[in-house]
């Protein structure tokens, strides 16, 4: 067993060895892009701030369901 772990570890290293990082010229583009993706989260913070409200009224109506069980449950065992 610890070969075969061994193994996988060895091979996964000389895998991850073998990629060519990326030529300087093709590293500046991403660089750029980079304040643009900054911005994004930002801007979907608020949306999520925004459904937190529905999700914390979506507990109390599925307690109502589970109640109406446990009632039903409580009218059969006293049958």
Request: hydrophobic content about 55%; charged content about 30%.
């Amino acid at each position: 067993m610890f070969r075969l772990v061994a193994l996988m570890f060895i091979a996964m290293f000389a895998f991850t060895a073998c990629e060519e990082p990326a030529p300087a010229e093709e590293a500046a583009p991403a660089e750029e892009a980079a304040p643009a993706e900054e911005a994004a989260p930002a801007e979907e913070a608020a949306p999520a701030e925004e459904a937190a409200p529905a999700e914390e009224a979506a507990p109390a109506e599925e307690a109502a369901p589970a109640e109406e069980a446990a009632e039903g449950a409580e009218e059969a065992a006293a049958e």
